[in-house]
């Protein structure tokens, strides 16, 4: 059975984009991550709703002018990024033979995590999702704490109060698990 993707014109889709292997190379490469997501706004029209970069993985939230379009945006992000990187500083990297094949660097898993919006509440928790993650996954103790997502962009909106994030705030995401 083909898995399919949903496409519906001006919606929002939650994104999750994890490493090979997980492996935690996103933070220390944190500007070309940044280039590799600018390099795709330069072929392809969207809006970055939310968004959030652990070492091993990231949750973007985004709006494309094309909705066929969020497929391709993801392929350039991780195309740019692997063609880029220095794999030289990857510890313990290796490729598989079935890569070696393709001729594929082993940077990204191949497929990749989406969910299309269905509405404003929808939006907001997968938001939510997005600003907790780095304490779910025990990187920080608090959401205000990491420095590597748009959390603190909605908090100068007023969207957040700058310590919200404790048990009551998440009740709603606890039993979303989108990694």
């Not at 490469?29 to 795709?40: P, Q």
């Not at 091993?56 to 002018?65: A, D, G, L, R």
Request: hydrophobic share 35%; aromatic share 14%.
């Amino acid at each position: 059975m083909r898995y399919r993707r949903l496409f519906l014109e001006n919606t929002y889709v939650f994104l999750t984009v994890v490493t090979s292997k997980r492996r935690p190379i996103l933070i220390d490469n944190i500007e070309l991550l940044k280039k590799s997501i600018n390099n795709a706004k330069r072929f392809h029209d969207f809006e970055i709703f939310g968004i959030v970069i652990l070492p091993e993985h990231f949750h973007i939230i985004i709006k494309p002018k094309c909705i066929n379009n969020y497929p391709k945006i993801v392929h350039l992000i991780k195309t740019y990024f692997s063609k880029n990187i220095d794999i030289n500083k990857i510890k313990n990297y290796k490729i598989s033979p079935s890569r070696q094949k393709k001729q594929e660097k082993d940077i990204w898993q191949r497929r990749y995590w989406e969910h299309t919006i269905r509405d404003e509440n929808d939006l907001y928790n997968h938001l939510d999702y997005i600003h907790f993650n780095p304490v779910k996954h025990n990187y920080v103790n608090a959401v205000k704490d990491w420095k590597y997502s748009s959390f603190e962009k909605f908090v100068k909106r007023k969207n957040y109060e700058i310590n919200w994030g404790n048990f009551k705030d998440i009740l709603h995401i606890q039993e979303m698990d989108l990694d």
